[in-house]
């Protein structure tokens, strides 16, 4: 079974920093794009970083300088580093990948969610 499980996820005060991990797991022949979202309360989902296979990187406007996506493919694995984090970047962070599972099937796939709760 496919399955992408995130870590890291937590409480930090303003100006902390916090690493999120996302593994994919299962019977995986490559991966394509690799990346984060997250869904605060009363607000829609949005892309927070992205990373495509070969490396290349977007992030969006907010956190642009402080946040860090990178992915280890020889363990499927995409990290996002948070530094100087504020209150606004509490909220529910999702990782999504484009998995290719064999020659035939590929497939958009997601993690559970983990959270990030930031003080003032």
């Known amino acids: 079974q496919v399955q992408l499980v995130e870590s890291g996820g937590g409480l930090v005060q303003a100006g902390g920093s916090l690493r999120l991990s996302c593994a994919a797991s299962g019977i995986i022949f490559s991966i394509n794009a690799m990346g984060w979202y997250r869904q605060a309360p009363g607000k829609q989902r949005e892309l927070v970083a992205a990373i495509t296979s070969g490396g290349s990187t977007n992030y969006a406007d907010s956190v642009k300088g402080r946040f860090t996506i990178s992915r280890d493919n020889a363990k499927n694995t995409v990290y996002l580093q948070m530094n100087s984090l504020k209150p606004e970047d509490t909220a529910v962070y999702s990782c999504?990948?484009?998995?290719?599972?064999?020659?035939?099937?590929?497939?958009?796939?997601w993690g559970q969610g983990t959270q990030v709760t930031v003080s003032s």
């Open positions: 999504n990948a484009d998995l290719v599972l064999s020659l035939s099937r590929r497939g958009d796939y």
